[in-house]
């Protein structure tokens, strides 16, 4: 009978003697030299592991695919040709979180030919930078197929050391709006990317996608261990993609940093993977903050129906113009003003027509009455879900927008995730998910019949940010997470711990139109867990160039010291620094004002209150700013006292350290501006 002992030694033998087997036959390291991604085959097989400096990150995960009618292509395979290349290039948004963007990496490109028959070629190209590594496959023409039906993408990522996750689950009926868990990686069932990672040793680490385009999204089901596979989202006849050759898969994208604070700055590796502008001078768009008809929906003091509740009206909307041009609000949001409403329209959007008002609703005076004071009506397109509806609709109803200076439409997609409803070409309707491929090309076509007519789409219910922001600048916003209307609805709330998540996961993909600013700090029954400080924070931490100022305006008007900070605070930053963090817990971010030399600052916390040392050496040498101050007043507590502010004025410069003393629940926004 063998020893216990003998029996490890032989596995452990065998184990080396597999991993011996495994050639390496191409590698490629980022410009400093800080991470290295590297392909093997093993007996035909491909895989690829990552290592930062010497230490695995992805131990050896599987690459290929389940092929409709004819089998996987991950086996056979040989390298047939490989090319290296560096790039080093600065290109300027037109809009975002900072101006400038260093796009630093080197690639890898890789062919690998099946050694039996069909002969099958798909190539594998490795972008690696200093934080992170992004890959695709790429199907050039071949004669073996002219198009490929994908049921499975056989994509893995197997994190080497035991490691935290932050998740929400994928194939769900919410979509993406759950609170984020925080669990062992080894627990994780089925996650929508952006999934955020930390190992035992502090490594960060982040799994996401660029550039989804013509193809199903990505969500990570764990297999075994810390063993993550590609599984991507249905359709519905019944494969993930269907593609004529040539076309290339989106990329997939790990961040790799030491803190969570140098994560949320590494993830413009998924703005670098995505193709340049090809929309043209988006000028007209301009980055600002609005107001809208909205939180009276949610609180049920107002109705999207038709009648005496109706919110929709020409008399209201002249009130909230009216409050919008007084405060320097450019925006006002509108919902509930075209026929649709009334009735079950959960999932069932027919009756909505996007060119024609609700008779107590006269757009053509009011557009012309906000124009005439230097607001812009924001459009509202709630399809329901019926999709196809929308689209034979949408042409016309851009051009609408365009004619009347609605230069913003917020779209919404209610309906639970699988319930898309499209129209075949046999005229029958059948639906889709939320990220499949489909829906992927039907945001797609919204964003470029609305760019036609220069309009901006803020998606709500949509699918995931992938970073086509930069290809298709006027898509500015998205919901796409639990925003604020969970406030207000309750089952449950949003916990003080759920904006600090939202930093380090879901705000890793882009701007997210959160709405935030509830100065009531009370939703429909029961208070909103956060101090008002807090609130005034999330305009610096979490990121959208469309920021809703989202409360009543009699709410503003009983809170003028606090709703102060919001008027002030832009919606567009030349730079960005997040000076601390930890993922769940708190983070303190700076911004620059793209157009002015103002700097601001947000710090926002969990339910445990901190006291933060912040350096402010992000302001200008020699230069002495006013700190405009707004912090939780001594005693506050989201809680018990979630109303007590202290708003004070200093003087600083940027040899000053702050101490930031956040209560449970709460935060801090500054504004500094140079005293002349």
Excluded at 17 to 30: D, N, P
Excluded at 286 to 310: C, D, F, M, R
Aim: aromatic share 10%; charged share 20%.
């Amino acid at each position: 009978m063998m020893r216990p002992l003998s029996a490890l030694l032989l596995l452990l033998a065998l184990h080396a003697g597999t991993e011996a087997r495994a050639a390496t036959v191409a590698e490629v390291s980022s410009p400093s030299g800080v991470l290295t991604a590297t392909l093997d085959l093993h007996e035909g097989r491909l895989s690829y592991h990552v290592q930062r400096l010497g230490e695995p990150v992805i131990a050896p995960s599987a690459l290929g695919f389940q092929i409709r009618g004819a089998g996987k292509l991950e086996r056979s395979l040989a390298l047939t040709r490989q090319a290296t290349s560096s790039t080093d290039e600065t290109w300027e948004q037109p809009w975002g979180e900072s101006r400038h963007v260093r796009n630093h990496y080197n690639e890898l490109r890789a062919r690998f030919t099946e050694t039996i028959k069909p002969g099958r070629i798909v190539d594998v190209v490795f972008r690696v930078y200093d934080d992170g590594v992004g890959f695709r496959y790429e199907f050039p023409r071949q004669a073996a197929m002219d198009e490929v039906i994908i049921d499975d993408e056989l994509t893995e990522f197997a994190i080497a050391a035991p490691a935290t996750a932050w998740w929400i689950p994928a194939g769900e009926w919410n979509r993406y709006e759950y609170l984020y868990q925080r669990t062992p990686l080894a627990e994780v069932t089925q996650a929508h990317t952006p999934i955020t990672v930390r190992t035992d040793d502090g490594l960060h680490l982040a799994f996401h996608e660029a550039a989804l385009v013509d193809y199903s999204a990505m969500w990570l089901r764990r297999t075994e261990g810390q063993r993550l596979r590609a599984q991507l989202s249905p359709a519905s006849q019944g494969w993930k993609v269907r593609r004529a050759l040539p076309f290339h898969t989106p990329w997939r994208t790990v961040q790799i940093t030491d803190s969570a604070a140098a994560l949320y700055e590494s993830s413009k590796l998924i703005l670098n993977l995505n193709e340049p502008n090809a929309v043209g001078d988006v000028s007209w768009f301009q980055p600002a903050k609005y107001i809208g008809i909205w939180w009276s929906l949610h609180l049920e003091t107002e109705s999207w129906a038709t009648g005496k509740e109706h919110g929709a009206t020409t008399a209201n909307t002249r009130r909230y113009i009216d409050f919008a041009a007084k405060h320097g609000f450019r925006g006002v949001l509108v919902e509930g003003w075209n026929p649709g409403w009334d009735g079950q329209w959960f999932g069932n959007g027919y009756d909505f027509n996007f060119t024609q008002a609700t008779r107590d609703f006269d757009i053509e005076a009011l557009a012309a009455y906000a124009m005439s004071k230097g607001v812009h009506l924001i459009g509202h397109h709630e399809t329901g879900c019926a999709v196809s509806h929308y689209e034979d609709q949408m042409d016309a109803a851009f051009a609408m927008n365009e004619r009347l200076g609605i230069d913003v439409v917020k779209t919404g997609y209610v309906c639970d995730a699988g319930q898309i409803e499209r129209r075949g070409d046999d005229g029958k309707i059948v639906r889709e998910w939320h990220d499949g491929q489909w829906n992927a090309n039907h945001h797609l076509r919204v964003v470029q019949a609305a760019a036609k007519h220069h309009v901006a789409i803020n998606a709500h219910e949509p699918i995931k940010d992938t970073g086509l922001r930069r290809t298709y600048p006027n898509w500015v916003s998205r919901e796409g997470a639990r925003g604020m209307e969970y406030g207000a609805w309750g089952n449950p709330t949003n916990p003080p711990e759920h904006e600090v998540n939202l930093v380090f996961t879901r705000m890793l993909s882009g701007p997210m139109d959160y709405t935030p600013g509830i100065l009531s700090l009370q939703g429909r029954g029961q208070a909103i867990q956060t101090t008002l400080a807090k609130q005034l924070a999330l305009y610096v931490t979490l990121y959208s160039p469309v920021q809703m100022a989202a409360d009543l305006p009699e709410n503003y008007a009983r809170h003028m010291d606090a709703f102060q900070f919001i008027k002030d605070v832009p919606a567009d930053w030349a730079q960005t620094r997040v000076l601390n963090g930890e993922v769940g817990d708190y983070v303190t971010m700076a911004r620059q004002d793209r157009n002015s030399t103002d700097w601001y600052l947000g710090a926002i916390t969990d339910e445990q209150g901190r006291v933060l040392q912040v350096p402010l050496s992000f302001l200008e040498p020699g230069l002495s700013y006013e700190a405009q101050v707004y912090r939780d007043g001594d005693g506050a507590h989201w809680k018990s006292a979630p109303f007590k502010l202290t708003r004070e004025t200093r003087t600083v410069t940027s040899a000053d350290t702050l101490t930031l003393r956040l209560a449970a629940g709460g935060g801090q926004a500054i504004r500094f501006t140079p005293k002349r």
